[in-house]
């Protein structure tokens, strides 16, 4: 399965709010549309409707917007957010990906996990390390030298995987390739093409029907297993279908993007001097504004409590309530803009309001598309969002004394 180092979920997370060496090199680009057409020595921060990177990248390259080419080669991470992502150049680390429609057709010398509308992988691309896709529809013509795990609706798997594969959530799975080591999967309807060659064992539930391995390679032992009838996304003659229509998560993950979109464009509109101090102490103290924020998320529910069981605490307890639920509820908006001010204070410039809005809205992406992967996301989420609340309390302390 992919591995989610805690080690390098931290040395994300102290890249992101704690100074390095590579930082004041960094190069910044914003506008609606950004063309890099000569050599980035450094790491590279981009946001616009439309950006196109033609040149290498010697750093990392964190990118959001509308269309999104890059052609040039990057020799750190990528993470790329936005509606129709291409990536044509090689990428020698990790790749973090989400938008409407994703291609990649080069090597990433590193892990792979994409959240897309629609994902293809090219049968020129090779994945070294493993590859997590979650989509609508998901083509993978290339080579995975890991581990391989798919979630969507249709699914079409002809490359190859060095090392296990699992398909789940799918309503039509075509396999048509090879897979080298445990195979795994779950789906409405399973085709096996002749092509499709399995290695070890398999394990399956395809449409309530076992499936017929003699015209396929099959060097281990095919087992139907009706439990992991569960882990499709839509059961044939179920009420879930009814209930919960197909592609609901897509729609909730718009509208609560679109939500903090709205959030996000409030919140550029105020005084830029009410995010000072908070600024501030996201840059100097990271770690205590993580204690602040973790007790003011743990504490404060407690804090109300006790106040609503009280009769003159009742109208304190009830705004308390009404501005703890806010700041959860907008946290990672709140946060997005933080941390996009944090970079403009890093790059000793004063943006434009589109150009803040724009870093933003790229940082908000981010924030969603790291929630969505489990356990190690969730909580690079959890203290990236709880620092940002630490240093937006710890600012609002200083500036009530």
């Known amino acids: 399965m992919i591995r989610f180092r805690a080690v390098s979920v931290l040395a994300f997370f102290l890249s992101v709010l704690m100074p390095g060496p590579n930082a004041q090199g960094a190069t910044f680009k914003a506008a609606d549309n950004v063309f890099v057409t000569s050599p980035v020595q450094d790491d590279l921060y981009a946001a616009g409707g439309k950006i196109v990177i033609e040149e290498s990248i010697a750093g990392d390259a964190v990118v959001t917007g509308g269309n999104l080419i890059i052609r040039g080669d990057i020799a750190g991470d990528l993470m790329v957010a936005g509606g129709n992502i291409i990536v044509n150049g090689s990428v020698s680390d990790d790749v973090r990906a989400a938008g409407g429609d994703f291609t990649l057709t080069q090597r990433v010398g590193g892990d792979l996990i994409v959240f897309a509308g629609n994902v293809a992988i090219g049968r020129q691309a090779s994945i070294t390390g493993d590859l997590v896709a979650v989509g609508g ?112 998560s897509k729609v909730w993950f718009l509208y609560t993007f679109l939500a903090g979109t709205l959030a996000i464009l409030i919140l550029c509109l105020l005084p830029k001097k009410i995010f000072v101090p908070a600024v501030d102490n996201l840059r100097q103290s990271p770690l205590k504004n993580l204690g602040i924020g973790v007790l003011y998320v743990l504490v404060t529910p407690f804090l109300i409590l006790f106040l609503l069981i009280t009769v003159l605490g009742i109208p304190i307890g009830l705004l308390l309530a009404f501005v703890f639920g806010a700041t959860l509820l907008f946290s990672k908006s709140l946060s997005a803009v933080l941390l996009a001010k944090w970079v403009e204070r890093r790059k000793v410039a004063s943006w434009s309001r589109p150009s803040l809005f724009l870093a933003s809205v790229g940082i908000l992406l981010l924030l969603k598309m790291a929630g969505a992967v489990p356990v190690a996301g969730w909580l690079l989420v959890a203290l990236v969002v709880c620092t940002c609340l630490g240093s937006l309390m710890a600012g609002a302390w200083e500036g009530v004394r």
């Open 137 to 248: 529809r998901i083509t993978l013509d290339g080579t995975v030298e890991g581990n391989l795990k798919v979630s969507g609706g249709d699914v079409q798997f002809n490359g190859t995987v060095k090392g296990g594969a699992i398909f789940y959530q799918a309503e039509n799975l075509d396999i048509n390739g090879s897979i080298e080591g445990k195979a795994v999967f779950a789906a409405q309807t399973v085709n096996l093409g002749p092509s499709a060659g399995f290695h070890r064992d398999v394990e399956y539930w395809a449409g309530n029907e076992p499936l017929d391995f003699t015209a396929v390679r099959l060097e281990g032992e095919a087992r139907f297993k009706p439990s992991l009838q569960s882990r499709v996304k839509l059961i044939s003659g179920s009420k879930i279908r009814d209930k919960v229509p197909a592609g609901f």
